[in-house]
């Protein structure tokens, strides 16, 4: 690896330890990477949780939703599938004026029709269907640098597809790789970073 690839690809925080650029000098980001992303994350509760944040992240950047992440688990009922499919439109106009999260009806509307979805599946079924498009680790190589992250990949976008079959909406294939490269599906810690040990 280069020097200059270990200057723009990794930073080297005040504890020593070389982290994925993406990272930059955010303590909650920081925790984010060191103790989160790229862990693999299982339950359904926890993985509606994780596709809901990563539909809100559409068009933003994620340490605006990690920053209002405890309020979302507030105001969405701790994202129990159960609950949320249970909101009406009481609900949304309540979401909607909510200056602790992201208000956009769109993306309102549509973690509520995924909560559905998900109450319409057995226990374990949306765990083991966004498993089951899971890359392992041995099936590529580790990427060296930031531009070697692709926004989507094969088993994104196919697993976009079999959610929207089933009628999950803001599952797009870009989302969709978001969601698998921070619930561990795929392990895109750079070459370098202390967490891809």
């Not at 590529?140 to 692709?150: K, N």
Request: proline share 5%.
């Amino acid at each position: 690896m280069s020097s200059e690839m270990v200057r723009t690809d990794l930073v080297i925080e005040d504890d020593g330890l070389a982290r994925c650029g993406w990272v930059g000098a955010d303590p909650e980001y920081i925790r984010y990477h060191d103790e989160e992303w790229g862990q693999p994350l299982h339950g359904d509760r926890a993985l509606f949780e994780k596709m809901s944040l990563e539909g809100f992240q559409a068009g933003l950047s994620w340490i605006t939703i990690l920053r209002k992440r405890p309020r979302f688990r507030e105001v969405f009922a701790g994202f129990e599938p159960e609950a949320v499919a249970a909101f009406d439109e009481h609900d949304i106009a309540r979401l909607m004026t909510d200056a602790g999260i992201v208000r956009n009806r769109a993306k309102i509307e549509a973690t509520i029709s995924n909560a559905r979805r998900v109450t319409e599946m057995a226990p374990g079924e949306l765990d083991a269907l966004l498993w089951s498009f899971a890359v392992p680790g041995d099936e590529r190589p580790r990427p060296t640098g930031l531009r070697e992250l692709p926004a989507t990949t094969a088993a994104s976008e196919a697993l976009s597809r079999a959610l929207r079959r089933r009628g999950f909406r803001f599952v797009g294939p870009t989302t969709m790789y978001a969601l698998m490269q921070s619930a561990g599906m795929v392990d895109d810690h750079l070459d370098g970073c202390w967490r891809a040990a």
